[in-house]
């Protein structure tokens, strides 16, 4: 394919972003070995990529322009597909440069045959590898196979779909680098031929880690001329890239900034046969509250395990990604105090991904012969049971009104000045929501906001805060343990996401949680 051709495809296939910061790369293609076909479509697509989207690219097949006073005016270098089979590729103080560039927060990015350099000065061959991840050793013939999408939250994959099939040529590595690295794409070996010494079992194909002070991106996709003009490769390059450079604020992933929580349905859930959920874990893995486990017995005491929810798989309606489904279930941390701060001064700010369903008749008792209060099917919820209650919750009325509160436990009424109950929109049964709301910080009285879908709120009112408010266990699926009160404050309906900040987000970083949201689960209500 010409250039002319090439851009002009890249460019019809992809829409043009506005509004990016400028990335400077250093597109580097010196080699010492195999000659690839592909090798001018991979120096085309990283050229195009910055004609698109207004970065500053510079191309060299040159290696000694691997130096200080270049990598100072650099923020990526990408090897393009360049190989070094043959013989050394890099002097001793080219070398030297590029791990300066990575341990001064250098980004880099390698594309296919950049795993295969293998002659270099041994100190920095061992070094180059582990910034590879690995190194490529060998490949049965090009033929289709199908890679698996294990982490759709990156930048360079949230388009992709949760299978993708492609022809390309199939590496094996020389170590498996899962553990050391982040996996976005793995290979599925039954889905192409090759003997099993050309096989590893577990396959990892496309990952990203922070290394050595810098970042790297690795894909050993890019054998064949045909996937260059691929536009799911061509965005998995593209996000590669921003990720590299710190640069991927657009539909990339949820700020980490004051993130406590992310439950995920898509990633650690903890299922049986029956995909009864029997543990939900925090994605945050620094944060005290990790897993979540199901109230056993739920509201029928008589049968255990009916407490549990259950997790539903590839839902279309959200882009495939699944949800746990709740109908008179709950998960609850067991950390007492973890979320106590949220209403004492630091604020909050919570998002979810939710579906209703039609809610029960609080006039007609559950399975457990209770009553459902009239108005209560909380979704969130950490309050304290007994004396007067505290704590964070979000609940939606009998008719599907949303609402969201605080209460303070200065006073038991269940909604007065000190329990405000901030009331929403009514939400259409059977049909998902991106559901938000944002407590202010500091002491007094703060702020109280209640978003759906759009970063307008769609109510609000004051909370005074309680320096000395005590609340309860975090509960998903109801705001506190169902056999206190079984059945009678329960959630039905499907959650595919819950994000907890403990602080409020401004409104910009409500915008950006909002756009990935919609753009991860594909909502655009």
């Not at 989207?53 to 130096?67: H, I, K, M, P, R």
């Not at 700010?349 to 039609?358: A, G, H, Q, S």
């Not at 505290?390 to 009424?413: A, M, P, Y």
Request: glycine share 8%; proline share 3%.
């Amino acid at each position: 394919m010409n250039r002319l051709a090439f851009l002009t495809l890249f460019f019809l296939s992809s829409p043009i972003l506005i509004g990016q910061e400028t990335i400077r790369i250093l597109n580097f293609q010196a080699d010492s070995g195999y000659q690839h076909d592909s090798k001018e479509e991979a120096l085309l697509l990283v050229e195009s990529l910055g004609k698109k989207n207004g970065w500053e690219v510079f191309s060299t097949a040159d290696a000694n322009t691997l130096n200080e006073s270049r990598l100072l005016k650099t923020d990526v270098v990408i090897f393009n597909n360049n190989c070094g089979t043959e013989s050394a590729i890099f002097s001793k103080s080219q070398g030297q440069a590029l791990q300066n560039f990575i341990r001064n927060g250098g980004g880099f990015v390698g594309i296919h045959c950049a795993g295969a350099i293998w002659h270099e000065e041994k100190e920095f061959q061992a070094w180059y590898e582990q910034l590879i991840g690995t190194r490529l050793v060998g490949h049965p013939e090009v033929q289709n196979a199908t890679l698996v999408i294990e982490n759709s939250d990156q930048n360079s994959t949230y388009h992709l779909p949760r299978k993708w099939r492609i022809k390309d040529e199939w590496h094996y590595f020389s170590s498996n680098p899962r553990g050391r690295v982040n996996v976005l794409l793995s290979l599925d070996e039954n889905s192409y031929q090759a003997d099993s010494s050309l096989k590893m079992g577990d396959h990892p194909f496309t990952w990203y880690q922070y290394f050595d002070g810098g970042r790297s991106f690795f894909t050993s996709l890019g054998h064949t001329v045909e996937v260059y003009q691929n536009v799911d490769y061509q965005r998995l390059i593209e996000g590669g890239i921003q990720w590299a450079a710190h640069n991927a604020k657009d539909k990339t992933k949820p700020a980490l900034d004051g993130l406590i929580l992310d439950l995920d349905a898509d990633h650690n859930v903890v299922t049986n046969e029956k995909e009864e959920v029997l543990k939900w874990t925090n994605g945050v893995a620094l944060s005290e509250a990790q897993d979540f486990t199901p109230n056993d017995y739920g509201v029928r005491i008589t049968d255990p395990g009916s407490g549990r929810p259950k997790l539903k798989k590839n839902i279309q309606e959200i882009a495939g990604h699944n949800a746990i489904v709740f109908e008179e279930d709950e998960l609850v941390n067991g950390k007492e105090d973890t979320f106590d701060y949220l209403v004492t001064g630091s604020g909050y700010t919570w998002f979810t991904v939710l579906k209703p369903y039609r809610t029960q008749s609080s006039t007609e008792p559950t399975e457990f012969g209770l009553h459902r209060l009239k108005d209560v099917n909380s979704f969130l919820g950490n309050l304290r049971n007994g004396g007067n209650y505290e704590g964070i919750w979000g609940s939606l009325n009998d008719d599907l009104t949303v609402w969201c509160g605080s209460r303070n436990g200065v006073t038991f009424g269940r909604f007065d000045q000190n329990n405000p109950k901030i009331t929403g929109i009514q939400l259409e049964p059977n049909t998902y929501y991106i559901i938000a709301a944002r407590m202010g910080s500091g002491t007094g009285h703060v702020e109280i906001e209640l978003f759906v879908n759009e970063i307008k709120p769609v109510a609000s009112g004051e909370y005074p805060v309680n320096i000395h408010s005590n609340p309860s266990k975090l509960a998903i699926g109801t705001e506190r343990d169902a056999t206190n009160h079984p059945g009678s404050e329960s959630f039905d309906g499907e959650i595919a996401r819950l994000l907890l900040y403990e602080r409020p987000l401004d409104d910009s970083e409500m915008a950006h949680i909002l756009e990935y949201l919609k753009s991860r689960y594909g909502l655009t209500n």
